[in-house]
Nanobody
Framework: QVQLVESGGGSVQAGGSLRLSCAAS????????MGWFRQAPGKEREGVAR???????????YYADSVKGRFTISQDRAKNTLYLQMNSLNDEDTAMYYC???????????????WGQGTQVTVSS
């Protein structure tokens, strides 16, 4: 049974940084696509960043244009933990952030079938 537990959210001033963590169980970071999504009040959920890990440990990353250059997705395979380092935060980054997994490595945003409960990020200007 896949379980994803996010942590690290909070309140921060514009220009600040936060690092989100997602502790994963019931899966390994092999042939899997892990991602971060966010949903702001009144808006649709959007994919923020994703990382693909193949069977041979190859990894590839993708970022939404809105966060490119500011956010970094990474993972610690030994700890089975996914991270999202968020820098230069602005008020448009305020949202509930969710960790998600797509087993089998399909990285289409619609393919993510396992979700965490979310962690709130609030940026004040």
């Amino acid at each position: 049974q896949v379980q994803l537990v996010e942590s690290g959210g909070g309140s921060v001033q514009a220009g600040g940084s936060l690092r989100l963590s997602c502790a994963a169980s019931g899966l390994t970071f092999s042939n899997v696509c892990m991602g971060w999504f966010r949903q702001a009040p009144g808006k649709e959920r959007e994919g923020v960043a994703r990382i693909y890990t193949g069977l041979t440990s190859y990894t590839g990353t993708y970022y939404a244009d809105s966060v490119k250059g500011r956010f970094t997705i990474s993972q610690d395979r030994a700890k089975n933990t996914l991270y999202l380092q968020m820098n230069s935060l602005n008020d448009e980054d305020t949202a509930m952030y969710y960790c998600a997994a797509s087993l089998g490595g399909n990285c289409n945003w619609s393919a993510f079938g396992h979700w965490g409960q979310g962690t709130q990020v609030t940026v004040s200007s």
